[in-house]
């Protein structure tokens, strides 16, 4: 099996062990923490993790530069290049440290709602937040001069090794008795200690050199060309994800962030399994692009992989709305359920793009990213001010529906984009995309509804509902809602499981 092939699956790995890990996890450390601390450790990764966008897409960019330069055999221009970066690198995780101390005094002002022993906590994980920052960034290059030399075995397997090492010490110092601040220096020492794993590789195993033969402005504008817009996705990526955080985090108590905290973590999980499945056709998607496919060919394969998707994503999203309430007052507790609405409201915005996964490496290779990432810039950035305003009144559930509404706006201009000026078929998609598929989920969800009417309750009540359900969605699905090609596509996979 090829590195590519090995990397492929221990991706997949990597995405069942994180979120089959997490959800044992988080009710664990919830437990061992309590409310107030979780929402304190949540909200402090938030705010440190919004500075991590100065990476400035620059992890992306050695990937690409490096596996350039070893193509074409420049064994010297490869070197310059990554010397070049480590000293930007270095300029940033100073910048970092120096923003660190700057917003340190200003974590009492900010959280207006901890208390003094709060305070004192946040301060603590903040400090040591941004060490971890700080060399992670840099650190995060060797991983991507292990992909563009092809080597993904090794960095996904360390990666897989390190999160089974870490959730097992995490367990072991929180049954101890240790708190949040236990839970950073658990991350800060394997963050260190991989790092120098991953050092070693690169440099005794790779044989690659970061050597400076000279300073050459070229080499920046090469850099920074690139990186631009992957600097705008991450900030992006800050809005979607983030913002909501930190926004509450000034004008709500701890156990509010923890609540938001929980709902992400579940909208998160649900875009994870759609990509598991996405990620098995985009290379091809991708391809036809290179080869300029013609917009009805690219209309086909991204309603192909759209239907796929779609199935795997309605199963999780009508299994939610009917069960995730149970399974979230079993799994944390009856003071939850604003987690419920919160994850709900994710996945419900979340779908459509999912399952139109296939624009990413399209909008990529037509060199169309600038747009994208401007109007989802826009929009989420509006989206987060508003849900400032609705959390005001409505908490956590009025930060993410200000989220979602910019969102929402952003994916409609986005499919205007793609069907006038990438050329696909977007009505077309959307009827090809529900054919078959909606009346058999409206069937499935009545019968679902009547499913949650059998008697009893704590885990084998759930497991007894969830498993109709499954044999319901799996049976009328397949019999109704699927055409040929996905019929053969999950019988295949049906099979490989069986074997």
Not at 405 to 431: E, P
């Given at each position: 099996?090829?590195?590519?092939?090995?990397?492929?699956?221990?991706?997949?790995?990597?995405?069942?062990?994180?979120?089959?890990?997490?959800?044992?996890?988080?009710?664990?450390?919830?437990?061992?923490?309590?409310?107030?601390?979780?929402?304190?450790?949540?909200?402090?990764?938030?705010?440190?993790?919004?500075?991590?966008?100065?990476?400035?897409?620059?992890?992306?960019?050695?990937?690409?530069?490096?596996?350039?330069?070893?193509?074409?055999?420049?064994?010297?221009?490869?070197?310059?290049?990554?010397?070049?970066?480590?000293?930007?690198?270095?300029?940033?995780?100073?910048?970092?440290?120096?923003?660190?101390?700057?917003?340190?005094?200003?974590?009492?002002?900010?959280?207006?709602?901890?208390?003094?022993?709060?305070?004192?906590?946040?301060?603590?994980?903040?400090?040591?937040?941004?060490?971890?920052?700080?060399?992670?960034?840099?650190?995060?290059?060797?991983?991507?001069?292990?992909?563009?030399?092809?080597?993904?075995?090794?960095?996904?397997?360390?990666?897989?090794?390190?999160?089974?090492?870490?959730?097992?010490?995490?367990?072991?110092?929180?049954?101890?008795?240790?708190?949040?601040?236990?839970?950073?220096?658990?991350?800060?020492?394997?963050?260190?200690?991989?790092?120098?794993?991953?050092?070693?590789?690169?440099?005794?195993?790779?044989?690659?050199?970061?050597?400076?033969?000279?300073?050459?402005?070229?080499?920046?504008?090469?850099?920074?060309?690139?990186?631009?817009?992957?600097?705008?996705?991450?900030?992006?990526?800050?809005?979607?994800?983030?913002?909501?955080?930190?926004?509450?985090?000034?004008?709500?108590?701890?156990?509010?962030?923890?609540?938001?905290?929980?709902?992400?973590?579940?909208?998160?999980?649900?875009?994870?399994?759609?990509?598991?499945?996405?990620?098995?056709?985009?290379?091809?998607?991708?391809?036809?692009?290179?080869?300029?496919?013609?917009?009805?060919?690219?209309?086909?394969?991204?309603?192909?992989?759209?239907?796929?998707?779609?199935?795997?994503?309605?199963?999780?999203?009508?299994?939610?709305?009917?069960?995730?309430?149970?399974?979230?007052?079993?799994?944390?507790?009856?003071?939850?359920?604003?987690?419920?609405?919160?994850?709900?409201?994710?996945?419900?915005?979340?779908?459509?793009?999912?399952?139109q996964g296939f624009t990413?490496?399209?909008?990529?290779?037509?060199?169309?990213?600038?747009?994208?990432?401007?109007?989802?810039?826009?929009?989420?950035?509006?989206?987060?001010?508003?849900?400032?305003?609705?959390?005001?009144?409505?908490?956590?559930?009025?930060?993410?529906?200000?989220?979602?509404?910019?969102?929402?706006?952003?994916q409609n201009i986005m499919n205007v984009f793609y069907?006038?000026?990438?050329?696909?078929?977007?009505?077309?998609?959307?009827?090809?995309?529900?054919?078959?598929?909606?009346?058999?989920?409206?069937?499935?969800?009545?019968?679902?509804?009547?499913?949650?009417?059998?008697?009893?309750?704590?885990?084998?009540?759930?497991?007894?509902?969830?498993?109709?359900?499954?044999?319901?969605?799996?049976?009328?699905?397949?019999?109704?809602?699927?055409?040929?090609?996905?019929?053969?596509?999950?019988?295949?996979?049906?099979?490989?499981?069986?074997?």
């Amino acid at each position: 099996m090829s590195q590519i092939k090995k990397g492929a699956l221990l991706n997949y790995v990597t995405i069942f062990l994180t979120n089959a890990v997490g959800l044992f996890i988080t009710p664990f450390i919830l437990h061992h923490i309590g409310k107030s601390e979780y929402g304190i450790w949540t909200a402090i990764g938030a705010l440190v993790g919004s500075i991590s966008i100065l990476d400035l897409g620059l992890n992306n960019t050695v990937v690409r530069f490096v596996a350039k330069y070893k193509a074409e055999k420049d064994r010297k221009a490869e070197e310059n290049f990554l010397a070049t970066t480590m000293i930007i690198y270095m300029v940033i995780s100073t910048i970092i440290v120096v923003l660190g101390f700057l917003f340190y005094d200003y974590i009492d002002s900010y959280f207006t709602k901890m208390n003094a022993d709060e305070i004192k906590i946040a301060k603590t994980i903040f400090i040591l937040l941004i060490f971890n920052l700080a060399i992670g960034l840099p650190g995060g290059s060797f991983n991507g001069i292990c992909y563009a030399y092809e080597e993904f075995v090794f960095p996904k397997s360390v990666n897989i090794i390190r999160y089974i090492i870490r959730t097992i010490t995490v367990v072991a110092v929180l049954t101890m008795g240790g708190k949040a601040i236990a839970l950073v220096l658990v991350d800060t020492v394997y963050n260190l200690l991989f790092l120098l794993i991953e050092i070693y590789y690169v440099f005794f195993k790779l044989k690659v050199r970061f050597k400076l033969h000279e300073f050459n402005l070229r080499y920046l504008k090469q850099i920074f060309g690139y990186s631009v817009w992957i600097f705008v996705y991450g900030i992006v990526a800050q809005f979607q994800w983030q913002a909501g955080h930190i926004v509450l985090g000034n004008i709500s108590y701890p156990e509010v962030l923890t609540i938001y905290a929980i709902g992400l973590t579940l909208g998160s999980y649900y875009g994870a399994f759609s990509s598991a499945i996405t990620g098995v056709f985009l290379p091809r998607a991708t391809q036809m692009t290179v080869n300029n496919a013609t917009p009805k060919e690219l209309t086909d394969m991204m309603i192909k992989i759209g239907r796929v998707s779609l199935i795997v994503l309605i199963y999780i999203f009508g299994g939610f709305i009917l069960y995730g309430n149970q399974f979230i007052n079993l799994w944390l507790g009856d003071s939850f359920y604003d987690s419920y609405v919160i994850a709900l409201t994710i996945m419900a915005a979340y779908t459509i793009p999912l399952v139109q996964g296939f624009t990413g490496p399209l909008i990529e290779a037509k060199n169309k990213v600038a747009f994208k990432s401007i109007i989802y810039l826009i929009f989420l950035a509006i989206g987060t001010l508003l849900g400032y305003f609705m959390a005001l009144k409505y908490s956590a559930i009025g930060m993410i529906s200000g989220t979602v509404i910019g969102w929402v706006i952003a994916q409609n201009i986005m499919n205007v984009f793609y069907h006038k000026i990438l050329g696909l078929n977007i009505f077309r998609f959307f009827k090809e995309l529900f054919r078959k598929t909606l009346v058999s989920f409206l069937i499935i969800m009545i019968i679902g509804y009547f499913i949650n009417f059998i008697p009893g309750s704590g885990w084998i009540n759930f497991i007894l509902k969830g498993s109709s359900y499954s044999i319901v969605f799996a049976f009328i699905m397949y019999k109704f809602g699927m055409i040929i090609f996905e019929k053969q596509l999950f019988s295949k996979v049906f099979m490989k499981i069986k074997r």
